[in-house]
């Protein structure tokens, strides 16, 4: 795994600011390739300071080996991202105490006009060639990075003409319980013949019942939907064409489906006895929750186009998330009968435009500019499928973002940045009328439009060509989750035009600290304060199942530290650890008074690792995560308590040649009982989860 300090803007929708790449002779810090999706800068000098973690595919293959969650394997490598819940929801599993916003391709995944929590599962990992991940709230890629930008880069085409192709095939089971077995296979073509590449997959997976440390069945999340007693489908593919020089014109497509098969139901736990909701058989009520994704792309470079570099993307996405039902209160309404049953749906369709154009080498090669705008269309709605009634109306954001960012040499030691970003967005609703369960009151529909700059700096100072310090502000832009402020209105006359908890959350970041590479070793430290005066926080309602919106004023700092240490050739021993604390405005008098919970920020956490290679076929991975325990507090009482928990997984790779890759890996090695962190902070009897007890899985992977 690699981490930079790296630009991180207002445009800074980045594109590929290598770590220090084309830097100065004096400047020696290894160079990190980070694509153009991700930062739009071109290749440059420095750029604005911030951190940068990429997930290598040696990272995400050593990962895969011991989980296939996604959420699990980037946990275990950003000790600032929350614990995974194991689950199809991805709730509470926030980045720097705030959501990140999830990518392909440089394709927006998370919808914050509804935010269902399930953008973590919108493509099968088999696709993916590397995750880059830009930490800390910023407005570089326009809404919704409220925690950062997590963006996944698909299979690239072979450098060379021919064919590649890789099989994988892999299962799992638990050690202790039953109905555990799991089981996919993943099939890759990579082509490349002159002008033209072309890169193709599809993947099936059979997951079976998760059991906890005691071989109890884990409890199904019937609500927000499991990973547990699911299959899920993907089909991918990327047609490149090269001309005129270096010109590409490239086409992506992936299509995701994920289906629970709906034959668990849980028994509710006892938090107070410590014991978790489990699993018996029995077919859930309704259609089992589903996940459907389409990601599309087109892509267009032209590198040399007025003495700079050009950069387009057309976008599309649109994902159905299907919730699991019930005769919940909030659905129940005298004109549908008595004793209600329904479930809901998020339908949300996403459209966009990028445009950028960057020129280097001004002012004696000291000077690099980079100018564009971004243009988005993001449709959302909540339905009940069974009674046709719409829990969130229609809703309707159109913005656009001019934007301008500046990189400047003074020194050959000195990278100065600086840029704006123009937010431009109209939230657009029709007149609706909420479900009874909230009055069946009647807001007056309208628009309401917000505009707002956004301005970014900062400063990476090469103090030799081995050690840096940086520091750096920005302002970060993102919506509230608009569809759960507007279904929970209660009281009549409400206009949407009016309404205040509409408003965008704005933050104001900073971050400082200072990096070391060495030889063999490498070290990073660095400090975050994110503020917002109208922040947006996550409030559990038990009864319901559901999490409201309180817009409070919100205070989030933290440590993060990083170092990596080779030994020897072939072993390599990797350190992180983080610190997060997060307060808001509970009581509206103006002062950060109260502890974010679970739902809102990551514990403090340590993760350690050990990489080693034995000899040319034998390799080995071990590493360690521990959670540290927290007290929460509410007003100046306590509220919640998290107990902490640690856990060991490992995995044995050996290479045998033209058999292919064999890999055996163990996740939650000492098979430790533990209850996962939303649950413990923000949960109720009904979703009191137990994480996995220990699970061995078997690898093969063939590249020919």
């Not at 095939?169 to 002008?195: C, E, F, I």
């Not at 309707?396 to 970003?421: I, N």
């Given at each position: 795994?690699?981490?930079?300090?790296?630009?991180?803007?207002?445009?800074?929708?980045?594109?590929?600011?290598?770590?220090?790449?084309?830097?100065?002779?004096?400047?020696?810090?290894?160079?990190?390739?980070?694509?153009?999706?991700?930062?739009?800068?071109?290749?440059?000098?420095?750029?604005?300071?911030?951190?940068?973690?990429?997930?290598?595919?040696?990272?995400?293959?050593?990962?895969?080996?011991?989980?296939?969650?996604?959420?699990?394997?980037?946990?275990?490598?950003?000790?600032?991202?929350?614990?995974?819940?194991?689950?199809?929801?991805?709730?509470?599993?926030?980045?720097?105490?705030?959501?990140?916003?999830?990518?392909?391709?440089?394709?927006?995944?998370?919808?914050?006009?509804?935010?269902?929590?399930?953008?973590?599962?919108?493509?099968?990992?088999?696709?993916?060639?590397?995750?880059?991940?830009?930490?800390?709230?910023?407005?570089?890629?326009?809404?919704?990075?409220?925690?950062?930008?997590?963006?996944?880069?698909?299979?690239?085409?072979?450098?060379?003409?021919?064919?590649?192709?890789?099989?994988?095939?892999?299962?799992?089971?638990?050690?202790?319980?039953?109905?555990?077995?799991?089981?996919?296979?993943?099939?890759?073509?990579?082509?490349?013949?002159?002008?033209?590449?072309?890169?193709?997959?599809?993947?099936?997976?059979?997951?079976?019942?998760?059991?906890?440390?005691?071989?109890?069945?884990?409890?199904?999340?019937?609500?927000?939907?499991?990973?547990?007693?699911?299959?899920?489908?993907?089909?991918?593919?990327?047609?490149?064409?090269?001309?005129?020089?270096?010109?590409?014109?490239?086409?992506?497509?992936?299509?995701?489906?994920?289906?629970?098969?709906?034959?668990?139901?849980?028994?509710?736990?006892?938090?107070?006895?410590?014991?978790?909701?489990?699993?018996?058989?029995?077919?859930?009520?309704?259609?089992?929750?589903?996940?459907?994704?389409?990601?599309?792309?087109?892509?267009?470079?032209?590198?040399?186009?007025?003495?700079?570099?050009?950069?387009?993307?057309?976008?599309?996405?649109?994902?159905?998330?299907?919730?699991?039902?019930?005769?919940?209160?909030?659905?129940q309404d005298p004109a549908y009968g008595l004793n209600v049953f329904d479930q809901s749906q998020n339908v949300s369709t996403k459209d966009g435009a990028r445009l950028s154009w960057a020129r280097r080498g001004l002012l004696d090669d000291k000077l690099t500019l980079l100018a564009g705008a971004d243009g988005y269309r993001d449709t959302t709605?909540?339905?009940?499928?069974?009674?046709?009634?719409?829990?969130?109306?229609?809703?309707?954001?159109?913005?656009?973002?001019?934007?301008?960012?500046?990189?400047?040499?003074?020194?050959?030691?000195?990278?100065?940045?600086?840029?704006?970003?123009?937010?431009?967005?109209?939230?657009?609703?029709?007149?609706?009328?909420?479900?009874?369960?909230?009055?069946?009151?009647?807001?007056?529909?309208?628009?309401?439009?917000?505009?707002?700059?956004?301005?970014?700096?900062?400063?990476?100072?090469?103090?030799?060509?081995?050690?840096?310090?940086?520091?750096?502000?920005?302002?970060?832009?993102?919506?509230?989750?608009?569809?759960?402020?507007?279904?929970?209105?209660?009281?009549?006359?409400?206009?949407?035009?009016?309404?205040?908890?509409?408003?965008?959350?704005?933050?104001?970041?900073?971050?400082?600290?200072?990096?070391?590479?060495?030889?063999?070793?490498?070290?990073?430290?660095?400090?975050?304060?994110?503020?917002?005066?109208?922040?947006?926080?996550?409030?559990?309602?038990?009864?319901?199942?559901?999490?409201?919106?309180?817009?409070?004023?919100?205070?989030?700092?933290?440590?993060?530290?990083?170092?990596?240490?080779?030994?020897?050739?072939?072993?390599?021993?990797?350190?992180?650890?983080?610190?997060?604390?997060?307060?808001?405005?509970?009581?509206?008098?103006?002062?950060?008074?109260?502890?974010?919970?679970?739902?809102?920020?990551?514990?403090?956490?340590?993760?350690?690792?050990?990489?080693?290679?034995?000899?040319?076929?034998?390799?080995?991975?071990?590493?360690?995560?521990?959670?540290?325990?927290?007290?929460?507090?509410?007003?100046?009482?306590?509220?919640?308590?998290?107990?902490?928990?640690?856990?060991?997984?490992?995995?044995?790779?050996?290479?045998?040649?033209?058999?292919?890759?064999?890999?055996?890996?163990?996740?939650?090695?000492?098979?430790?009982?533990?209850?996962?962190?939303?649950?413990?902070?923000?949960?109720?009897?009904?979703?009191?989860?137990?994480?996995?007890?220990?699970?061995?899985?078997?690898?093969?992977?063939?590249?020919?």
């Amino acid at each position: 795994m690699s981490f930079a300090v790296r630009p991180f803007a207002l445009a800074l929708a980045l594109a590929g600011v290598a770590h220090a790449a084309d830097q100065k002779v004096a400047v020696e810090l290894r160079r990190i390739e980070v694509s153009e999706s991700t930062l739009r800068m071109p290749q440059s000098q420095g750029a604005l300071p911030t951190t940068i973690t990429v997930i290598t595919s040696e990272d995400l293959r050593q990962q895969l080996a011991i989980t296939p969650d996604l959420s699990d394997a980037i946990g275990n490598l950003l000790p600032s991202f929350a614990p995974s819940t194991q689950k199809l929801s991805s709730r509470g599993q926030t980045l720097r105490g705030r959501n990140p916003l999830y990518m392909i391709d440089g394709v927006p995944q998370s919808s914050p006009l509804r935010n269902g929590s399930r953008d973590a599962y919108t493509i099968d990992p088999a696709m993916i060639e590397r995750i880059e991940i830009v930490e800390g709230s910023n407005s570089m890629q326009g809404l919704g990075a409220a925690g950062g930008i997590i963006n996944i880069i698909t299979k690239q085409a072979p450098k060379q003409d021919g064919v590649r192709q890789e099989v994988t095939v892999n299962t799992s089971a638990p050690t202790r319980g039953a109905n555990g077995l799991g089981y996919g296979a993943a099939y890759l073509l990579g082509w490349r013949s002159g002008a033209f590449d072309l890169v193709a997959g599809a993947s099936w997976r059979k997951r079976g019942m998760y059991s906890d440390a005691k071989g109890r069945l884990i409890g199904v999340d019937g609500t927000q939907g499991d990973l547990m007693d699911s299959v899920s489908t993907d089909g991918f593919a990327k047609l490149g064409y090269d001309f005129a020089g270096a010109r590409r014109l490239q086409l992506t497509v992936n299509r995701f489906d994920l289906q629970g098969n709906g034959d668990y139901t849980a028994v509710p736990g006892d938090m107070a006895s410590n014991l978790p909701t489990t699993s018996i058989r029995g077919k859930q009520p309704g259609d089992a929750p589903r996940n459907r994704v389409l990601t599309s792309s087109l892509d267009y470079r032209d590198p040399a186009l007025a003495g700079g570099e050009l950069r387009a993307q057309l976008y599309h996405q649109k994902n159905r998330e299907l919730f699991g039902g019930g005769r919940f209160a909030t659905f129940q309404d005298p004109a549908y009968g008595l004793n209600v049953f329904d479930q809901s749906q998020n339908v949300s369709t996403k459209d966009g435009a990028r445009l950028s154009w960057a020129r280097r080498g001004l002012l004696d090669d000291k000077l690099t500019l980079l100018a564009g705008a971004d243009g988005y269309r993001d449709t959302t709605f909540q339905e009940l499928t069974h009674t046709g009634r719409h829990w969130v109306p229609d809703s309707t954001y159109t913005g656009w973002a001019p934007f301008l960012q500046a990189e400047y040499w003074p020194l050959e030691s000195l990278s100065l940045s600086g840029g704006l970003r123009h937010e431009h967005g109209t939230l657009e609703v029709p007149t609706f009328r909420t479900l009874a369960a909230y009055n069946g009151v009647t807001v007056q529909g309208g628009s309401t439009s917000f505009s707002k700059t956004l301005p970014n700096v900062g400063a990476v100072w090469y103090l030799t060509g081995r050690l840096n310090l940086f520091a750096s502000y920005a302002e970060g832009y993102t919506l509230p989750d608009v569809g759960r402020v507007l279904r929970a209105i209660n009281q009549p006359g409400q206009n949407v035009a009016d309404f205040l908890d509409l408003k965008p959350v704005v933050s104001d970041n900073r971050e400082a600290g200072a990096e070391y590479a060495g030889d063999r070793a490498g070290a990073r430290v660095s400090y975050y304060v994110s503020r917002s005066r109208l922040g947006s926080v996550l409030v559990f309602d038990a009864p319901n199942q559901v999490y409201n919106v309180m817009r409070q004023r919100t205070a989030i700092s933290g440590w993060e530290a990083r170092a990596n240490w080779q030994p020897f050739d072939g072993t390599r021993l990797d350190a992180s650890f983080a610190i997060n604390r997060g307060r808001s405005d509970r009581n509206g008098d103006g002062q950060v008074d109260s502890d974010l919970d679970g739902a809102n920020i990551a514990p403090n956490r340590l993760n350690l690792s050990w990489t080693q290679r034995w000899n040319d076929a034998l390799s080995s991975y071990l590493q360690l995560s521990h959670a540290y325990s927290r007290d929460f507090a509410t007003l100046g009482r306590r509220s919640a308590r998290f107990d902490g928990y640690s856990t060991a997984d490992a995995y044995l790779k050996w290479h045998s040649g033209s058999a292919g890759d064999w890999t055996l890996g163990v996740q939650n090695l000492a098979n430790r009982q533990f209850i996962n962190y939303v649950s413990q902070t923000v949960g109720d009897d009904d979703s009191y989860f137990a994480g996995r007890g220990r699970v061995v899985s078997l690898t093969w992977q063939q590249a020919f």
